[in-house]
């Protein structure tokens, strides 16, 4: 009932606000919405809002989204509500976390909840369960479930056993299909694992979600793997992380710099 009082009060202010008035401040706003089946959709609280025609600008905006298997929770400094389609454009410490324990944090955001998209073009982080990614600039499903990063790419991917991680780096864009463990880097991409370097145009890692480490990684496209004082290059490689092994395709190539005093024969 309290709730349902609180939107009444936010309809109120809206109403003399297209009526004539400018702008109309709320102190502790909050709004909220309903699915057609009565079960809740959406609320946004904030400190304060400022309520003009067309959008609301929130101060300390702490929003929740009802998606059909998740609840979003999202948060910024600022925001700015559109009255119109409920899409939002977030600024300053924005922060979103779903129950499957990705968060995502930037600069800004712009939420267009009617494609349930977000895109920014600045510098982003996103994080799930030893998994780090920062790029600059990125467009996902509301969920976080695919992800896609732009440019300027860095991963940090993790190892079972507590081994060192593997760090993946790319000019971008990186595709990332979190439910199917899948992601694929494009355009010099490097990859520093502990067993050695690999260059490459393109690599495509398949990861287990729920052991949380790397299957295998496969490489395209002018390939160059340094281990030690070795160099290997080939067009294509699949390394096999549980074998430890790499089967190499398209014309493979070793250069082996055999240690001092170390026979080859």
């Known amino acids: 009932m309290f709730l349902k009082f609180l ?21 502790d706003f909050y709004l909220s919405n309903y699915k057609n089946d009565g079960s809740l959709d959406w609320e946004v609280k904030g400190d304060e809002a400022l309520i003009h025609e067309k959008y609301v600008d929130i101060d300390r905006m702490d929003a929740k989204y009802y998606a059909q298997d998740d609840v979003i929770l999202v948060k910024s400094k600022t925001a700015k509500l559109n009255k119109e389609n409920m899409d939002v454009a977030l600024k300053e410490d924005v922060h979103i976390e779903n129950q499957e324990g ?21 510098w982003v982080e996103i994080k799930k369960e030893g998994m780090q990614v920062k790029a600059k600039g990125l467009s996902a499903d509301t969920e976080l479930k695919n992800v896609d990063f732009q440019e300027n790419v860095q991963a940090q991917m993790p190892n079972k056993n507590g081994e060192v991680p593997t760090v993946i780096t790319c000019d971008g864009p990186l595709d990332v299909e979190y439910n199917s463990g899948k992601a694929v880097f494009n355009n010099n991409v490097k ?36 281990k030690d004082e070795n160099v290997t290059f080939a067009e294509k490689a699949t390394y096999f992380r549980r074998e430890g092994k790499i089967v190499l395709e398209g014309r493979p190539r070793l250069v082996y710099f055999p240690k001092k005093g170390e026979k080859v024969f």
């Open 191 to 226: 990859v520093e694992h502990p067993d050695g370097t690999l260059f490459s145009d393109k690599a495509t890692v398949f990861f287990d979600t729920q052991e949380k480490d790397i299957n295998k990684i496969v490489s395209q496209g002018n390939v160059k793997i340094i």
């Open 102 to 122: 990705i968060t995502l944090d930037t600069d800004s955001l712009d939420w267009q909840r009617s494609k349930s998209q977000l895109d920014t073009d600045d």
């Open 7 to 27: 939107n009444l009060i936010f309809l109120f202010c809206l109403f003399f606000a297209m009526s004539g008035y400018s702008s109309e401040k709320i102190k």
